[in-house]
Each structure stands twice: as C-alpha cells, then as structure tokens.
C-alpha cells in the first residue's frame, strides 16, 4: 500500500506543487486586497476625523471672545 502511495506521489509530485504554488497565489491575492480594503477604510475614517476637528477649529475662531462681542452678534443676528 505505502509503495502504490509513493509511486503516485512520485509521479504526480510537479502538479500537485503547482496546484500548491496556484492555490498559495490565490491566497495571497485575497489576503492583500482584504488588507488594501482596510486600509482605505482606515484612511476614510482619519480623513472624516480631520474634517470634524478642522470644523471645531474654524467655529471656535469665529466665536465671540467677551459678553460685548456675544451681544453684538446677537443684536445683528449673526450668531
């Protein structure tokens, strides 16, 4: 039996690695496009962040600095 085994896999030993070597291929495709997926995830995510803080940036520069300012604004209705 261990002979019949080893005369087959003899035999058929270059398919069955380039079976191996496609299927490894395969896998590696998937495993970098998965990879590439979280990536511009990632940098959506940070891209989104940015924009919130830059907003919060830009509201706190043009909120009134003292109660004078804050009655001013809401006197012209631009508050």
Same mark, same amino acid.
């Given at each position: 039996m261990g002979?019949?085994? %080893?005369?087959?896999?003899s $035999?058929?030993?270059?398919?069955?690695l380039g079976?191996g070597?496609a $299927?490894l291929? #395969?896998? #590696? #495709?998937l495993? $970098?496009? =998965?990879q590439?997926g +979280?990536?511009?995830? =990632?940098?959506? /995510?940070l %891209? %989104?962040?940015?924009?919130v803080k830059?907003? /919060?940036l830009?509201? &706190?520069l043009d909120?009134? +600095? &003292?109660?004078?300012e804050? #009655?001013?604004?809401?006197r012209?209705g %631009?508050f």
């Amino acid at each position: 039996m261990g002979s019949i085994l %080893k005369n087959w896999l003899s $035999g058929h030993m270059l398919r069955l690695l380039g079976w191996g070597a496609a $299927g490894l291929s #395969v896998l #590696v #495709v998937l495993l $970098g496009a =998965r990879q590439a997926g +979280r990536s511009a995830e =990632r940098n959506d /995510q940070l %891209k %989104k962040i940015i924009e919130v803080k830059n907003a /919060q940036l830009r509201a &706190t520069l043009d909120a009134p +600095r &003292t109660r004078s300012e804050l #009655v001013d604004r809401l006197r012209r209705g %631009k508050f």
